[in-house]
Nanobody, 119 residues
Framework: QVQLVESGGGLVQPGGSLRLSCAASGSFLSIPFMGWYRQGPGKQRELVESIHTTYGTIYADFVKGRFTISRDNDRTVSLQMNTLKPEDTAVYYC??????????????WGQGTQVTVSS
């Protein structure tokens, strides 16, 4: 099993910055995929940005150079968010695909961290 713990959410004014971090713990062989999703009030969960060891980075159009994902080590991924807008307000979820045995990777989700952009 893999457990994910997110940190770094909070309240920020429009135009401000936040850095989210996600740390994976547990027993696994590798984590080829790490990413961030978000779910705003009354909206469906959507991809923000992800990083794969083979296929690289994917990001949503609304990121537009404002957010940057980085893989700090084999267990930690961060999301640097700049120039935040009120519409970025959402619960942000960390997700990974981890190989816990020789089979295909399994998906895991964190509990989510609230990001509120408001003056």
């Amino acid at each position: 099993q893999v457990q994910l713990v997110e940190s770094g959410g909070g309240l920020v004014q429009p135009g401000g910055s936040l850095r989210l971090s996600c740390a994976a713990s547990g027993s696994f062989l590798s984590i080829p995929f790490m990413g961030w999703y978000r779910q705003g009030p009354g909206k469906q969960r959507e991809l923000v940005e992800s990083i794969h060891t083979t296929y690289g980075t994917i990001y949503a159009d609304f990121v537009k150079g404002r957010f940057t994902i980085s893989r700090d080590n084999d267990r930690t991924v961060s999301l640097q968010m700049n120039t935040l807008k009120p519409e970025d307000t959402a619960v942000y979820y960390c997700t990974v695909a981890a190989k816990v045995d020789v089979g295909v990777p399994s998906n895991y989700w964190g509990q989510g961290t609230q990001v509120t952009v408001s003056s």
